[in-house]
């Protein structure tokens, strides 16, 4: 194949015509984006950065046990969900109708901001008591994983480890919150982020009168 010479340009001014120059279309500039429709796009990224947090309870139990805290609910909300925009706030756990200590507990929960999810205790035969809600926190996360950016779950169960790879997968980020003790190893191989409690004890411990 033979390639052909690449043509000459001329180089020489052309002159315009007034014709011409009549006719070409003016210079356009970008009108100036008006304050409300720039507080508006600061709105929907507000609202984009959605969370919502599972507590598993026993977890979280268990975990100031070992740390010798008592944890204020209220703090702990405000520090889980940061500057975001909180959707839903689940805690789990066990319960015993019988223990109006408890009973007032989940009362003050409920009206303080949490969704509190329940399951009676059962007891076994060797006289032990226990209540498993693994599966309930996987079904909400999967099902509010559609309506939020960011799921924060505090627990350490490993049994989660799967459901929670399943919302990374629909592109929500996933953060961890647990003591590293008890904490497994595939939960925090699939979450985007993991904080340690022993992190945030400070600010979530009730202060001693």
Same mark, same amino acid.
């Given at each position: 194949?033979?390639? /052909?010479?690449?043509p000459?340009?001329?180089?020489?001014?052309?002159?315009?015509?007034?014709?011409e120059? &009549?006719?070409?279309?003016?210079?356009?500039?970008?009108?100036?984006?008006?304050e409300? &429709?720039?507080?508006k796009?600061?709105q929907?990224?507000e609202?984009?950065?959605?969370?919502?947090?599972?507590?598993?309870?026993?977890?979280?139990?268990?975990?100031?046990?070992?740390?010798?805290?008592?944890?204020d609910?209220?703090?702990? %909300?405000?520090?889980?969900?940061?500057?975001?925009?909180?959707?839903?706030?689940?805690?789990?756990?066990?319960?015993?109708?019988?223990?109006?200590?408890?009973?007032?507990?989940? %009362?003050?929960?409920?009206r303080?901001?949490?969704?509190?999810? @329940?399951?009676?205790?059962?007891?076994?035969?060797?006289?032990s008591?226990?209540?498993? %809600?693994?599966?309930?926190i996987?079904? =909400?996360?999967?099902t /509010?994983?559609?309506?939020?950016?960011?799921i924060?779950?505090?627990?350490? =169960?490993?049994?989660?480890?799967?459901?929670?790879?399943?919302?990374?997968?629909?592109?929500?980020?996933?953060?961890?919150?647990?003591l590293? &003790?008890? @904490?497994?190893?595939?939960?925090?191989?699939?979450?985007? &982020?993991?904080?340690?409690?022993?992190?945030?004890?400070?600010e979530?411990?009730?202060?001693?009168?």
């Amino acid at each position: 194949m033979q390639l /052909l010479p690449r043509p000459q340009m001329n180089h020489q001014p052309r002159v315009e015509l007034d014709s011409e120059q &009549s006719n070409k279309p003016p210079y356009m500039q970008v009108p100036r984006q008006p304050e409300s &429709s720039r507080g508006k796009r600061r709105q929907s990224q507000e609202e984009r950065n959605r969370v919502a947090i599972f507590i598993d309870g026993a977890n979280l139990f268990y975990a100031a046990m070992q740390l010798n805290v008592e944890i204020d609910y209220a703090k702990l %909300l405000r520090c889980l969900t940061k500057d975001r925009q909180l959707i839903r706030a689940y805690f789990y756990t066990a319960c015993d109708s019988g223990n109006d200590k408890q009973q007032g507990f989940l %009362l003050w929960m409920s009206r303080n901001g949490y969704r509190v999810i @329940t399951k009676e205790l059962i007891q076994f035969p060797d006289g032990s008591k226990k209540a498993n %809600l693994d599966i309930e926190i996987a079904v =909400d996360m999967l099902t /509010l994983a559609r309506h939020c950016d960011t799921i924060v779950l505090l627990s350490g =169960d490993g049994d989660l480890a799967y459901a929670v790879n399943s919302i990374a997968y629909q592109g929500v980020q996933v953060e961890v919150v647990s003591l590293s &003790s008890m @904490t497994s190893d595939s939960l925090i191989n699939v979450v985007d &982020s993991y904080t340690d409690l022993v992190e945030i004890k400070e600010e979530i411990q009730r202060k001693k009168e």
